[in-house]
């Protein structure tokens, strides 16, 4: 592997690590029975399993991907249906929330433009 290869994993895991960050919070906050390895794990599976889901299932794929992760989030984390959409929500949330704020710090102290123009 070549070092810019190496480089793209790390990235790609330290993403996937700060991703599970909400998760994980979202789950504690509503009682789910999680550790946060247990919560870097289900996120690294589902984001897989939900991007093969979007590569067979064209039309339906956001609606079969929201229904599996729902499902996976009541499994993995021991919840109710409806404590899982809201676990789901709440993860929705926290990203937005943190994106909202880190583009404000980026705008205020950098040129660095998180989104496109």
Do not use: C
């Amino acid at each position: 592997m070549e070092n810019s290869q190496i480089i793209q994993v790390l990235i790609i895991l330290g993403l996937f690590i700060l991703s599970t960050l909400p998760l994980h919070k979202a789950v504690k906050i509503l009682k789910g029975k999680t550790k946060f390895y247990k919560t870097v794990f289900i996120v690294i599976i589902s984001g897989t399993l939900i991007s093969l889901i979007n590569t067979v299932f064209s039309v339906w794929a956001g609606l079969i991907a929201f229904i599996f992760l729902i499902w996976i989030y009541r499994k993995a984390f021991k919840l109710k249906w409806h404590k899982a959409v809201v676990v789901w929500a709440l993860h929705l949330a926290f990203i937005i929330m943190s994106s909202v704020i880190i583009k404000l710090v980026l705008d205020t102290f950098t040129k660095v433009s998180l989104y496109l123009r």
